[in-house]
């Protein structure tokens, strides 16, 4: 006898009660079972009393920031979807807010079809590691369910951006990935990282692997393609390959 595959589950932590009533009422026409909280307070105990898969999270609470929020229950609980929602649409604060620990960001006003395409993208995304919970390099160990990285036991502290673009990088060793690839397993949507932001999460990556390493770069620069992951190997911490770094 099979089971039937669990319903995913949807909280809504937003102020706005009208905007809050018509997203429960497009996601229950999905299936999806959805709570929602008005504070939050009220979102921490629904946090904790629900455990949800994907928080639609507001930036602007009346009791609190929504991205101190966001980085607090990243922390606490990295395998948790967020997509933040904002009336405010600076590319700065998108920035800001996927470095917290968000894993897309989307506009208001927002298109119905959009808002339930991200989400099923983000629940896609959250039950991929299931088929291959981790995987290892010499040292380094990537844990894709508890989304951490470990260079010889030792966990490196990365953004939701740096763990996302290395598991990428990592899934085609020694060969190049583009700026574009990397954009695209950054956030899916219609909203894309200018070139020098994956340039800057790539340098602040490489630099916090290499920390733990002796040194050693994981990561190396193609010209003209764009970056590749190299693997390490303990009695080789120095070697290098040929990618015109």
């Known amino acids: 006898m099979s089971s039937l595959p669990p319903v995913p589950a949807i909280l809504i932590v937003d102020d706005d009660i009208e905007l809050s009533a018509m997203v429960t009422r497009l996601l229950a026409a999905e299936g999806w079972a959805v709570t929602k909280a008005t504070s939050g ?7 904790l009393l ?3 898969d994907v928080v639609l999270l507001d930036v602007m609470l009346p009791d609190a920031s929504g991205m101190d929020l966001c980085r607090r229950w990243h922390a606490a609980n990295p395998s948790l979807g967020i997509l933040m929602l904002t009336a405010r649409g600076d590319p700065i604060d998108r920035i800001l807010g996927l470095e917290l620990g968000a894993d897309d960001y989307l506009s208001k006003p927002f298109e119905k079809r959009e808002l339930v395409a991200r989400l099923r993208a983000l629940l896609r995304r959250r039950v991929k590691p299931a088929a291959a919970s981790s995987t290892s ?3 380094l160990a990537i844990d894709l369910v508890r989304r951490e990285v470990s260079v010889a036991g030792v966990v490196v502290p990365l953004t939701s951006i740096e ?9 085609v060793p020694g060969h190049a990935v583009s700026r574009e690839a990397l954009s695209n397993a950054v956030q899916a949507g219609a909203y894309r990282p200018l070139d020098r ?3 800057v999460q790539v ?4 630099r916090r692997l290499a920390s ?3 040194g050693s770069d994981w990561i190396e620069t193609v010209r003209g393609e764009g970056y590749a992951f190299v693997p390490r190997v303990a009695s080789d911490p120095g070697s290098t390959a040929n990618t015109g770094r």
Do not use: H, I, N
């Open 212 to 214: 733990l390493s002796g």
């Open 203 to 206: 340098g602040r990556l490489r």
């Open 163 to 171: 763990f996302k673009l290395l598991v990428e990088l990592s899934r």
């Open 137 to 139: 390099f010499g040292p």
């Open 50 to 52: 629900d455990q949800p």
């Open 41 to 47: 307070a009220a979102g921490e105990q629904a946090l």
């Open 197 to 199: 932001t994956v340039d």
